[in-house]
């Protein structure tokens, strides 16, 4: 038997520390700019950071962490259960655990299909916090229920690293929690004017958003919604022929309140696109530091059909995209919807890893795709206009933001 448990011993703490160094190398280059990519948007505010952190830098050393400590005991031969017992449950599982009267306190669970290190509960579930190093090399670290991945955590594999909320198994998406160092802003057209036949002027020197929306939990807001209106895009364009009769005015308060600005374009399966966008460049005006120019994509699956279908779509928005880029030099940014997304954005290899994007999602979880900015709400308050507003976040922090105004903006 004590050979038994030395073996046992050396296989898990090999299992721990070793399979890092083996697994993190051969990490695919997806996964590991996945990584990257997280740490560079996230800092020590957003929930698990420190967790990701710790695996991009130690890879698996919390499996280390749970590692009994003291000398080895038969938990058959010992009662009440106290110190580093080996025992087999009835499943066959091999469970090394620190007891602390007669009470499981944290374990190495160890079975054909992996290494579980954390949290268990009577029943020798994972329960709480803890760290599951499967045998195909992908992991999972954060909160366990009853033996299935429940609250937040991240997992890593071979083809994905995801982050954030997770429930009976499933992984639901980040849940961002709003503070004042988020970088805010809105969006606007002529709805934010003309209400009915009443006209409203904005009144942009009260500018202060208030009201994330009626969707947004406000456990995960930081304090009271009262933020700074970072930026601010104005709808230009239509199709060839509609306009914004307040674009100009808005467009040239923003500058004169020292808000970023920038301008978009609502894209027509129905007209041509290069006169889609010559029309935008004609009627939109653009300065030196302006943010990219945005082309609003929101098609419905029949209009998307009756063009041809998603390969001609992708042909008519790359045309617009291309003579917009070659006129004002900067990349304009795609809006689109969740939906979108998941139903034909990866028909597009090339516009999904060359452009930024802007995503419609109205609910408590973050896109989970790189994106520029998230469009959270579209019934937000905002001291200084009348009426619902559609509120946005960008997805960084304040150097991430100093970044994207130096690099993507129109020179």
Known sequence: ????????????????????????????????????????????????????????????????????????????????????????????????????????????????????????????????????????????????????????GFAVSTKYMKAGQWQQDAFLGERLFYTTERIYGIDISRYQHDQGKKKYPINWSNLRIKYLGPRIDKLHIDGDADYPVSFVYIKSTEGVTITNQYFVSDYLNAHSHSIPVGAYHFFSTRQDPAAQARHFLKNTKFRQGDLPPMLDIEPSDALINAMGGPEALFSAVRKWIDIVEQATKAKPILYVNQRFVNKYLDLAADLKENYHFWIARYGEYKPDIHLAIWQLSPSGRVNGIRGNVDINVFNGYQGQWDEFLSNDCVP
């Open 1 to 152: 038997m004590r050979n038994v448990c030395l073996f046992i011993l050396l296989f898990a703490s090999g299992f721990a520390n070793s399979t890092f160094a083996q697994q993190h190398n051969k990490l695919p280059q997806k996964v590991r700019k996945e990584l990257n990519y997280y740490l560079k948007r996230h800092n020590v505010r957003d929930e698990g950071f420190d967790m990701v952190a710790r695996y991009a830098t130690e890879g698996h050393s919390s499996l280390s962490t749970y590692h009994p400590k003291g000398p080895l005991l038969l938990s058959n031969y010992m009662h009440p259960r106290h110190g580093k017992l080996l025992s087999i449950d009835a499943q066959g599982r091999i469970i090394l655990g620190t007891y602390h009267a007669d009470t499981l306190v944290s374990a190495i669970r160890i079975d054909s299909t992996g290494v579980y290190a954390g949290m268990l509960n009577s029943h020798h579930e994972a329960e709480g916090h803890g760290t599951y190093m499967s045998a195909d090399g992908s992991y999972y670290e954060g909160h366990w229920h009853h033996d299935t991945r429940d609250g937040f």
